[in-house]
């Protein structure tokens, strides 16, 4: 019994003992548990304190650590990520540039990346035409696409210097643009067509499609030698103009989606958004479609005989294949990436910049109506349609593009970034290696500092005060340089320009510009994608003017 009772008693004290220690690691293991996740939020909470958050506390050494411009915290971790999931990012960072009396520099973070943005001429020209930011920090999309082989992204150095100079040389340069001159009328008048086709049949015309499918053959027989017809019902190549035009909705989505894996490392290999996925089956797509187009041009030149000196106006491709002769063969892969990035960049740019202007054309009739007085009384009475050589004679047409690029620019936080390649100094202050800067064109060009009445549309601003009678939008003036400036200035800009004026003045020619009926106005709401596009797309009437 007596054993039997110290059996059980001991048996009874170790269960006691047993489940106190079990309760007590437990309870050990919970506190410290509890502890680490507080002292893992205390360290994020204080390094979150750090000016410009997170990614600036991040920073090697102390005074990097430290910008001695202000800047937002952000939350916690993500830092201004809700700002760039936004639709509106370029006046978020404009507000609180102002807030924080950082208009010259503005520190912060987005996740682990560190930015700083300039929404100031001065410290904006500073930053564009130093060597030390003339790369591009390149997001896993650009990446994925290749496009870190095309000029866009390509590193600073001896590949990125060549590309600019062939295409200076033979897409660029102004005889090179005035050889597609013929061309870009062609296209502006079968654009009228349309436009009065979709009149005829519908009484009005959504002008978003007309332009984007316009844009899109021009830069296509510029860069391919080659149009496409997008229209899905008649006439050849029907087919891979549909598979084409996926394609390029495709490429930009993914370049404008805000991915998650560029700005938290760590979740590069979850993929969750599936960005890598999608660029991995856009990436076959495009090396299938682009590589034909190549091997037709190889066959095409072997069988003209095209080395033995026969002369035409070649495209793009061609002059990349002439390379060889030269010795500076770009690889197959290489070439795919240039002449699609050409496409990226080179369509919705303009034809968004074109919608914008029409919108503007609807709300102000008094500035159309000057715009089109302008346009007759160049043509006179021969009724002959617009060519570029008018364009020189149409100040007034300039300023309105002027005018709508500074309102309504289409990369208004100049499309694609730079990357400080060292540590550098804006200024007084320090901005380490590895910083992303950003310059606020938009903020910049809606500043009543710089720009009197910025939220009037005005182009007299720019024929009338004698301030900004010769303001160049080519990079030269910060002010106003929505094409960028420095060495990775937009190459484009003279064809984009180019494209615009005559298309505008087409258009105007051609129709008057009213709105769907007298109380539906336009809407100017903003959204950023690649480019600033029209939240709501324009909506009007182009009713055909007797020329
Ligand atoms: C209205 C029309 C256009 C606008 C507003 C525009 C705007 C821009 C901007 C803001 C940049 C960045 C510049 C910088 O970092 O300083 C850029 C770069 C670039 N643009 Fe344009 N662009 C236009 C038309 C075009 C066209 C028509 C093409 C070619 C067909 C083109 C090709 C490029 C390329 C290749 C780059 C990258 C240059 C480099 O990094 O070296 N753009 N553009």
């Known amino acids: 019994m007596m054993s039997s009772e110290y059996h059980h008693l001991l ?22 548990e509890a502890l680490a996740c507080a002292v893992f939020f205390m360290a994020v909470f204080s390094l979150w304190l750090f000016p410009g958050g997170l990614a600036w506390a991040l920073s090697k050494s102390k005074a990097q650590r430290c910008p001695r411009f202000p800047g937002p915290h952000g939350l916690p971790l993500t830092g201004l990520l809700t700002i760039f999931t936004g639709a509106t990012p370029h006046r978020a960072l ?19 990346t560190r930015f700083v943005v300039s929404s100031h001429p001065e410290t904006a020209k500073e930053i564009l035409n130093s060597s030390a930011f003339a790369d591009r920090p390149v997001k896993e999309s650009a990446y994925e696409l290749l496009f870190h082989r095309a000029m866009g992204f390509a590193p600073y150095g001896e590949y990125w210097r060549n590309l600019r100079r062939i295409s ?17 009328k062609e296209m502006g008048l079968k654009m009228v067509a349309q436009i009065r086709d979709l009149m005829a049949k519908k009484g009005i015309v959504g002008v978003k499609k007309v332009l984007h499918f316009g844009s899109l053959n021009n830069v296509m027989m510029t860069v391919f030698g080659r149009c496409y017809e997008f229209d899905n019902e ?24 805000f991915n998650w894996s560029d700005h938290f490392p760590l979740l590069g290999w979850l993929d969750f958004q599936g960005v890598r996925k999608r660029c991995r089956v ?53 070439m795919i990436a240039v002449l699609w990035e050409m496409i990226f960049r ?109 939220e009037k549309f005005k182009p007299e601003r720019f024929t009338e005060e004698e301030a900004n ?22 190459p484009g800009k003279a064809l984009g320009l180019a494209s615009v004026h005559l298309w505008l003045a087409l258009l105007l020619q051609s129709f008057k510009w009213l709105p769907c009926d007298d109380n539906n106005g336009v809407d100017l709401s903003e959204c950023l994608k690649l480019s600033l596009e029209m939240k709501n797309p324009l909506l009007c009437r182009a009713v055909p003017r007797s020329i």
């Open 282 to 334: 856009l990436v076959s797509k495009v090396n299938a479609f682009v590589g034909k187009i190549i091997e037709e041009h190889r066959a095409k030149r072997n069988m003209n005989g095209h080395e033995n000196g026969e002369k035409k106006v070649g495209d793009f491709v061609d002059v990349l294949l002439d390379l060889e002769k030269n010795g500076e063969k770009l690889s197959d892969s290489d």
């Open 346 to 454: 080179g369509t919705d740019t303009v034809a968004i910049l074109l919608e914008w202007i029409l919108a503007r054309m609807v709300l102000h009739p008094e500035i159309q109506s000057k715009a089109q007085a302008e346009i007759d009384s160049v043509v006179g009475d021969s009724g002959r349609s617009i060519s570029d050589s008018d364009i020189p004679n149409l100040p007034y047409l300039q300023a309105i593009v002027k005018e709508s690029l500074r309102a309504h620019p289409p990369g208004p936080l100049l499309s694609w970034a730079r990357l400080s390649t060292h540590d550098v100094f804006i200024g007084h202050d320090f901005i380490p290696a590895g910083t992303t800067a950003m310059v606020n064109m938009w903020a910049i060009t809606h500043d009543e500092k710089v720009w009197s009445e910025p």
């Open 168 to 184: 200076a040389t033979h897409l660029f340069s102004p005889r090179r643009i005035g050889d597609f001159g013929g061309f870009r």
């Open 469 to 490: 009678r010769d303001v160049s939008v080519m990079g030269s003036d910060l002010r106003l340089a929505p094409f960028g400036a420095g060495r990775r200035v937009c």
């Open 94 to 112: 404009a507000d609180l540039a102002r807030r924080f009396n950082a208009l010259p520099l503005m520190a912060f973070s987005v996740g682990f």
């Open 11 to 32: 048996f009874l004290s170790r269960a006691v003992l047993k489940t106190t220690t079990s309760s007590l690691s437990s309870f050990f293991a919970l506190n410290l």
């Open 234 to 257: 008649k006439g050849h190549g029907v087919g891979d103009g549909v598979e084409l035009e996926k394609m390029v909705s495709e490429g930009y989505e993914l370049l404008g989606i």
